[in-house]
């Protein structure tokens, strides 16, 4: 009797003109859009690109490529005429650079805040005011201390309803279940230029999903970042360890 009393009340809610989807018994939520970096390598690991209206996190060592992978993210998205915004605690933004790799610096926003909580203060703001289609906060190697519990919560809400990709920067994950993806990038060496007075070249990183909730983590590649690139954007053969996965000399801010 109780089965065919819900069958019954499920017939005459799809009866219902409410607006959008309804789902009975299960959620079915859509999947995030991507927002590309242009590296190929990197996009492909992240399935397409940064997830937008999510938190995803972008953490390593000092000299790992993090800072150089947003960097990326936000020239490649103001090439695409797409408004972006940099909240750089750091102070790891440098303008030429970003211009060298081809961003319209006219849609890159630079926020540079005394504080990280001034700069998560910040991101909330650039967020609530909409039309950014990227938002990089990095914090930095000096993580913040004791934040509020509900920062992140709340910066997860305004990127959702802004339908921005936000991306922090970080020496280790900070942001916890409020991410949607962890990349980890790890120094793999140090590259040179050969001749009589070897010349700093740039720096090779395997970056790796630590942990992600649209997929299976533990996916990685290698990434070259060099110091003079030619922009060609290559592919080159990664080492045995990293055959299955595709590595790229890219073009990123440096």
Not at 162 to 171: E, F, L, Q, R
Not at 174 to 184: D, E, F, L
Not at 202 to 223: D, I, M, N, Y
Request: proline share 7%; charged share 20%; glycine share 10%.
């Amino acid at each position: 009797m109780r089965a065919s009393t819900s069958h019954a009340a499920a017939l005459r809610l799809t009866d219902l003109a409410l607006p959008g989807r309804v789902y009975l018994g299960s959620a079915a939520p859509e999947l995030p859009r991507r927002l590309p970096c242009g590296i190929a390598a990197i996009d492909t690991l992240l399935g397409g690109g940064w997830p937008q209206g999510r938190i995803s996190e972008l953490n390593g060592p000092p000299s790992s490529g993090k800072t150089a992978l947003a960097l990326a993210l936000l020239a490649a998205t103001s090439r695409r005429g797409e408004v972006v915004a940099c909240v750089d605690l750091a102070d790891a933004l440098h303008p030429a650079s970003m211009a060298a790799a081809g961003a319209d610096l006219h849609s890159v926003l630079w926020v540079r805040p005394p504080s990280p909580r001034d700069g998560l203060r910040c991101t909330e703001l650039i967020l609530q005011a909409g039309g950014f289609a990227a938002v990089v906060l990095d914090l930095g190697q000096q993580l913040p201390h004791r934040l509020r519990l509900h920062t992140w919560p709340r910066l997860l809400h305004a990127a959702e309803q802004s339908h921005t990709a936000v991306v922090v920067v970080a020496a280790q994950p900070v942001a916890g279940s409020c991410a949607i993806i962890s990349v980890q990038m790890r120094p793999r060496q140090t590259l040179w230029q050969h001749g009589l007075w070897p010349l700093f070249d740039g720096f090779e990183s395997v970056a790796t999903v630590e942990r992600s909730k649209l997929g299976k983590p533990g996916q990685r590649t290698l990434l070259q970042v060099r110091s003079d690139p030619t922009g060609d954007g290559r592919w080159e053969t990664g080492d045995d360890d990293l055959a299955q996965h595709p590595s790229v000399e890219a073009d990123v801010c440096r």
